[in-house]
């Protein structure tokens, strides 16, 4: 692994890559088509999360009570993207031996490395995605391969059926027609039963692009979509994924210079921790 320390380590993490959960900086900013600028977000996620208390009272658990590691950011630069991508993959592979990988970033198409990892690891695996986008076009700008094109891949190497999608609302009418096919796929954020006890069979990666959140929550972001939950609204989704086999997350999408009052990377950092000790902490 090619990793950078952190000059600014996450709230209450040591720098290592073993613990029971490791942050990873994936400062991926190759393909952004709107506004570019991802690549600053893990850093600024990580100096946002000192505004934050390492304790989380609606789980009752407390930062200071985890093996928290952080890794550092991996070193991207001059990579093309397929580089950058085989570097993410092999990265989280090997992270996520030694713990639960939470990736910060940095654009979206970097999920489809580190779920890959998973996915060769733990064939069962699962894609839980929370984004306003669809991210299923098979094509996009003239590039096969991208931030809005990630998603396609999965579903074309893995399957469609094996992609939840929540908060979905903006898309071409061909990515609706093909969202069609996937397990589940909805502008809201309900898991209806039969969804969730299909996530329960096996591991789950848990997707969140930052964009899933409505403009006023989240604005600091390459392409805000009106119409999206509210902060508390998020959370509250990921809490009621508590007793699903969560084997790897991540937070993307966070641009930071469209993110004056740093509310972004604040909401950013807040589910960091609340992912962290809700997947990552023993007896979880």
Same mark, same amino acid.
């Given at each position: 692994?090619?990793?950078?320390?952190?000059?600014?380590?996450? #709230? $209450?993490?040591?720098? +290592? /890559?073993?613990? !029971?959960?490791?942050?990873? &900086?994936? @400062?991926?900013? =190759?393909?952004?088509?709107?506004?570019?600028?991802?690549?600053?977000?893990?850093?600024?996620?990580?100096?946002?999360?000192?505004?934050?208390?390492?304790?989380?009272?609606?789980?009752?658990?407390?930062?200071?009570?985890?093996?928290?590691?952080?890794?550092?950011?991996?070193?991207?630069?001059?990579?093309?993207?397929?580089?950058? #991508? $085989?570097?993410?993959? +092999? /990265?989280?592979? !090997?992270?996520?031996?030694? &713990?639960? @990988?939470?990736? =910060?970033?940095?654009?979206?198409?970097?999920?489809?490395?580190?779920?890959?990892?998973?996915?060769?690891?733990?064939?069962?695996?699962?894609?839980?995605?929370?984004?306003?986008?669809?991210?299923?076009?098979?094509?996009?700008?003239?590039?096969?391969?991208?931030?809005?094109?990630?998603?396609?891949?999965?579903?074309?190497?893995?399957?469609?059926?094996?992609?939840?999608?929540?908060?979905?609302?903006?898309?071409?009418?061909?990515?609706?027609? =093909?969202?069609?096919?996937?397990?589940?796929?909805?502008?809201?954020?309900?898991?209806?039963?039969?969804?969730?006890?299909?996530?329960?069979?096996?591991?789950?990666?848990?997707?969140?692009?930052?964009?899933?959140?409505?403009?006023?929550?989240?604005?600091?972001?390459?392409?805000?979509?009106?119409?999206?939950?509210?902060?508390?609204?998020?959370?509250?989704?990921?809490?009621?994924?508590?007793?699903?086999?969560?084997?790897?997350?991540?937070?993307?999408?966070?641009?930071?210079?469209?993110?004056?009052?740093?509310?972004?990377?604040?909401?950013?950092?807040?589910?960091?921790?609340?992912?962290?000790?809700?997947?990552?902490?023993?007896?979880?």
């Amino acid at each position: 692994m090619s990793l950078t320390p952190p000059s600014v380590p996450f #709230l $209450a993490s040591r720098p +290592a /890559t073993e613990g !029971q959960v490791v942050l990873v &900086g994936a @400062p991926l900013d =190759l393909t952004e088509s709107f506004r570019a600028g991802t690549r600053l977000a893990p850093q600024r996620i990580r100096q946002a999360s000192d505004v934050l208390e390492s304790y989380s009272p609606r789980l009752d658990r407390d930062l200071v009570d985890l093996r928290l590691a952080d890794a550092g950011d991996l070193d991207l630069d001059g990579l093309s993207l397929p580089e950058a #991508l $085989a570097a993410i993959e +092999a /990265t989280v592979a !090997q992270i996520r031996r030694a &713990g639960l @990988p939470v990736l =910060l970033g940095g654009e979206h198409t970097a999920t489809l490395a580190a779920f890959t990892a998973l996915k060769r690891a733990l064939p069962g695996t699962m894609l839980l995605h929370l984004d306003a986008h669809l991210d299923l076009r098979a094509a996009y700008q003239g590039e096969a391969l991208g931030h809005a094109t990630w998603l396609y891949h999965v579903g074309r190497r893995w399957g469609f059926d094996q992609i939840v999608q929540l908060g979905v609302r903006s898309g071409t009418r061909e990515e609706y027609r =093909l969202a069609a096919t996937c397990a589940w796929s909805s502008p809201g954020l309900e898991l209806p039963a039969r969804v969730r006890e299909q996530l329960a069979r096996g591991p789950v990666y848990v997707s969140i692009d930052i964009d899933v959140l409505d403009p006023a929550c989240a604005p600091g972001t390459g392409c805000p979509e009106p119409g999206g939950p509210r902060y508390d609204e998020l959370e509250g989704l990921l809490h009621s994924l508590a007793g699903l086999r969560v084997v790897g997350v991540d937070v993307m999408e966070v641009l930071p210079e469209a993110d004056p009052a740093g509310i972004t990377a604040v909401a950013a950092a807040r589910l960091v921790r609340e992912a962290a000790l809700l997947f990552g902490h023993e007896g979880s």
